[in-house]
């Protein structure tokens, strides 16, 4: 099983950028898919996820600026990251579990991380 992320870089505040992750080797059909995130110094977080009959949860601090989505046909979790300030800087990875609260306690599977990194 392997999550294949991507779409990171370097943006200035108040700009955007797209996460994707794809799934692949496995079933993931009626699994959830998610992001964590962890900036230098600091434990990993939870930002969003969504379910394969599209649920979403979001942590408070990306409400409103960030959108969550999947193509459950390719497998592929996307995270739209919109008015990105300085503070979301930190190494981005996508999670897969059978739930959203399975994934926020202990995701079965997790990607390699992606780099964004917010200049102010």
């Known amino acids: 099983v392997q999550l294949q992320a991507s779409g990171g870089g370097l943006v200035q505040a108040g700009g955007s950028l797209r996460l994707s992750c794809a799934a692949s080797?496995?079933?993931?059909?009626?699994?959830?898919m998610g992001w964590f995130r962890q900036a230098p110094g600091k434990e990993r977080e939870f930002v969003a996820a969504?379910?394969?009959?599209?649920?979403?949860d979001y942590a408070d601090s990306v409400k409103g600026r960030f959108t969550i989505s999947i193509n459950n046909a390719k497998n592929t979790v996307y995270l739209q990251m919109n008015n990105l300030k300085p503070e979301d800087t930190a190494v981005y990875s996508c999670?897969?579990?059978?739930?959203?609260?399975?994934?926020?306690?202990?995701?079965?599977?997790w990607g390699q991380g992606t780099q964004v990194t917010v200049s102010s």
């Open positions: 999670a897969a579990a059978p739930s959203i609260a399975t994934m926020i306690h202990s995701a079965n599977y």
């Open positions: 080797g496995g079933t993931f059909s009626r699994y959830a």
């Open positions: 969504v379910t394969w009959s599209y649920t979403t």
